[in-house]
T-cell receptor, first 112, second 114 residues
Framework: DAMVIQNPRYQVTQFGKPVTLSCSQT?????MYWYQQKSSQAPKLLFH???????NEADTPDNFQSRRPNTSFCFLDIRSPGLGDAAMYLC???????????FGAGTRLSVL | QKEVEQNSGPLSVPEGAIASLNCTYS??????FFWYRQYSGKSPELIMS????GDKEDGRFTAQLNKASQYVSLLIRDSQPSDSATYLC??????????????FGKGTLLTVNP
């Protein structure tokens, strides 16, 4: 029944070792978002896609990249994770611009 | 800098009481307002959306919006221990326009005591 699916739920990586987080959706929504959330903080938008149009936030580090090969899937690549990148990563979708956002369960990333 | 402000809490209420959660926002042109519930270690879950001034009720939840005062609130009636969570207020400046990203508050931690 899950509509926004994130894999894996937990990811442990080593300092500097590239990691990819996955998000898929069955809602056929046009917009997909990636957020980073650290403990007791608000979700921080990293980037989003409106269809194939990629929109990067000005303060998103270059270390973070994203791919959306088709409507259903979106990936977050962290090229060289640092200790400060340990966080919950949330994927969300919305039908269109400004619409309600539906979140996946999140991936908790640990960096050793 | 668009801001959404919430009291971080914790807000502690007894079971059965009304919990009142408040949120103010700085961008006067904001059009869409959302309340998300987030349990510890989990992802945000939509509770309510509201777009027009006034009240919107859904079960035990009532969202209240006052655009003139730039204020949105969430009331939870007959609070249950299962309502204990962080409540995130989120504001969207436009509906369908070019600027449509959500701005989240830091959330208010609600604890309902049995």
């Amino acid at each position: 029944d899950a509509m926004v699916i994130q894999n894996p739920r937990y990811q442990v990586t080593q300092f500097g070792k590239p990691v990819t987080l996955s998000c898929s959706q069955t809602l056929n929504h046009n917009v997909m978002y990636w957020y980073q959330q650290k403990s007791s903080q608000a979700p921080k938008l990293l980037f989003h896609y409106y269809d194939k149009d990629f929109n990067n936030e000005a303060d998103t580090p270059d270390n973070f990249q994203s791919r959306r090969p088709n409507t259903s899937f979106c990936f977050l690549d962290i090229r060289s994770p640092g200790l400060g990148d340990a966080a919950m990563y949330l994927c969300a979708t919305s039908r269109d611009k400004g619409g309600i956002q539906y979140f996946g369960a999140g991936t908790r990333l640990s960096v050793l | 800098q668009k801001e959404v402000e919430q009291n971080s809490g914790p807000l502690s209420v007894p079971e059965g009481a009304i919990a009142s959660l408040n949120c103010t926002y700085s961008d006067r042109v904001s059009q869409s307002f959302f309340w998300y519930r987030q349990y510890s270690g989990k992802s945000p879950e939509l509770i309510m959306s509201i777009y027009s001034n006034g009240d919107k009720e859904d079960g035990r939840f009532t969202a209240q919006l006052n655009k003139a005062s730039q204020y949105v609130s969430l009331l939870i009636r007959d609070s249950q221990p299962s309502d204990s969570a962080t409540y995130l207020c989120a504001v969207n400046p436009a509906r369908g326009g070019s600027n449509y990203k959500l701005t989240f508050g830091k959330g208010t931690l609600l604890t309902v005591n049995p």
